[in-house]
């Protein structure tokens, strides 16, 4: 016998969550959805954090009861519920105040300690040393030689 869930199965990115779905109940569940720009969830979903759309989809970040993951699949424009999975690759901890960047620790601050060194030489014939920066015709300095 079929349920009513089981022509939803595809929405569900995790088998899972579709047990999860299958089994109801008061657990609350976080999760990701796919949907598209004009997709109503929010009775199911009134805490939810909902992205702007691009190209006509939206990312919806937020909990849900596990006995409503079946109607947030019925909803018109769901297209996938993910399950919501933090990466520790991806959180950053706080740095104390003493590790925090500063202007010659940062970015900007390597990038001149890293970037390339020109030294300058009096050439002694008149002629520039090989492979040495050339004036160029716009008053600047030729890198590119």
């Avoid at 089994?23 to 949907?35: A, R, S, T």
């Amino acid at each position: 016998m079929q349920t009513s869930l089981a022509k939803y199965r595809d929405v569900f990115a995790s088998a899972d969550l579709y047990a999860l779905a299958l089994q109801g109940g008061d657990e609350v569940v976080d999760i990701n959805l796919v949907v598209t720009a004009d997709a109503n969830i929010g009775k199911l979903m009134p805490n939810a954090i909902v992205r702007n759309p691009v190209a006509g989809i939206r990312g919806v970040t937020g909990s849900v009861a596990a006995n409503l993951l079946g109607k947030l699949a019925a909803t018109p424009g769901v297209l996938e519920i993910r399950p919501f999975v933090l990466k520790a690759a991806t959180t950053r901890p706080v740095p104390p105040d003493a590790a925090r960047p500063t202007v010659a620790r940062g970015a900007k601050g390597l990038l001149l300690r890293s970037g390339p060194t020109m030294t300058i030489k009096k050439a002694t014939d008149g002629a520039a040393p090989k492979g040495a920066p050339q004036l160029s015709s716009y008053v600047g300095i030729d890198l590119m030689g």
